[in-house]
């Protein structure tokens, strides 16, 4: 059986004026499903750039990305962007929610863009918020949130879709000790529940609670 995720012979050089600045160096890795994953090393090291290419936010120099044993770079761009949407879920350290709209609205966002009827989203977004339990908030907006409750939102809007994976940049690295902390077993609760997360995180506290621990250094895997 496949894993959930594949990664051979990874590269990704970036060309300035000067040099060719090569951040991620010949990365193979497996994830499998249910895991959750820490990604750790030293700020600049590539963690980033490797979690955007396994988004497929970004495409590699070189390279192969497997999902489920399927080649996803062989995609066109439309396509990418279609199982992007419906795969993948992402958590950033700053939560990008949209001021303008409700707590309930941006977590039916993804839902909506993807064409689901507004009434199942809104009843999937409304079960999310609950398991995040922010049932008694959907009405607010992001500016009448704490931080450590935008990013529950973030987190509710990055499991609309039912993605395979989400990622999450740094999703504590914004947050005091106990609101990341609590954001964290909200993470391991879900992961319980057969969620797949890839973290980037510098707390090497939280990433020993992980099943697995990835180091890089100089753009490779320790």
């Not at 059986?1 to 090569?22: C, Q, W, Y």
């Not at 990305?65 to 958590?91: I, K, M, P, T, W």
């Not at 689901?116 to 977004?125: G, I, K, Q, V, Y």
């Amino acid at each position: 059986m496949a894993p959930l995720i594949g990664v051979e012979n990874l590269n990704k050089t970036f060309r300035t004026p000067g040099s060719d600045l090569h951040v991620l160096k010949d990365i193979s890795l497996e994830v499998g499903s249910g895991e959750m994953v820490a990604l750790m090393g030293p700020s600049g090291v590539g963690k980033s750039t490797l979690l955007h290419i396994l988004g497929t936010l970004d495409r590699p120099t070189s390279g192969q990305v497997f999902y489920e044993g399927n080649d996803v770079f062989q995609l066109s761009n439309d396509e990418l962007a279609g199982f992007r949407r419906r795969a993948v879920g992402f958590v950033f350290q700053f939560h990008h929610l949209l001021p303008e709209f409700n707590t309930l609205e941006n977590v039916m966002m993804p839902a909506l863009i993807s064409g689901l009827n507004r009434d199942e989203a809104r009843r999937r977004a409304t079960q999310l918020l609950e398991d995040v339990n922010l049932a008694e908030r959907v009405l607010h907006k992001p500016g009448e949130l704490s931080g450590g409750e935008q990013q529950r939102v973030a987190v509710a809007r990055a499991l609309m879709p039912d993605p395979r994976v989400v990622l999450a940049d740094e999703p504590t690295g914004n947050l005091d000790t106990q609101t990341g902390e609590d954001l964290f077993n909200l993470m391991l609760g879900l992961n319980r529940k057969g969620i797949t997360f890839i973290i980037v995180t510098h707390n090497e506290s939280l990433a020993s609670r992980c099943s697995r621990i990835i180091s890089m250094k100089d753009g490779k895997l320790l």
